[in-house]
């Protein structure tokens, strides 16, 4: 005697399951229905992205990512274009806003990581101070963070991510 499974309606089937489920082998599995609870990994790379974008503003808030010019390079380069011609290897714009601004980032791209969905608003806000920032401070900076922030938020914008995260 056969026993019969109950029939699953499948929308991308035009027959709607009325098939004979004979002729499948036991290698066949029943079809897995994707629930909120995975954890789509577009989150994982978004909170990744962050995290580098936290660190970056950290680096530049303390002056770890400036590099210095060598002396001999900078006196040839005045002598023959003339003093205008060198940017000063100062620190540009506040770097306890930028150390803020990184702290506060990488703990709501942990947050992020972690499932909560609130956070990638703040996220988004955050992201765009960061790169206006850094964008009117002059720094190279501002290519990471620019880069930053449309990779992550166009990964947060699957419909996966707003399934898990909402």
Excluded at 48 to 62: D, K, N
Aim: glycine share 14%; hydrophobic share 50%; charged share 15%.
């Amino acid at each position: 005697m056969e026993v019969q499974r109950p029939v699953t309606i499948d929308p991308l089937r035009r027959d709607h399951g009325t098939r004979s489920e004979r002729g499948r082998g036991a290698h066949h599995r029943p079809r897995q229905t994707r629930t909120s609870a995975t954890y789509p990994w577009q989150v994982g790379v978004a909170a990744v992205l962050w995290l580098v974008l936290g660190a970056v503003l950290i680096g530049a808030g303390t002056g770890i990512t400036s590099s210095s010019a060598d002396p001999e390079q900078v006196d040839k380069i005045v002598g023959t274009l003339g003093s205008d011609t060198v940017a000063g290897t100062a620190q540009h714009g506040p770097g306890i806003l930028w150390v803020g601004l990184g702290l506060a980032i990488l703990v709501l791209g942990a947050l992020l990581g972690i499932g909560q969905g609130w956070t990638r608003y703040v996220l988004m806000g955050l992201g765009v101070g960061a790169v206006v920032a850094l964008a009117l401070a002059g720094a190279w900076e501002v290519l990471v963070a620019m880069a930053v922030l449309v990779v992550a938020s166009v990964l947060l914008l699957a419909p996966r991510v707003h399934r898990y995260l909402g």
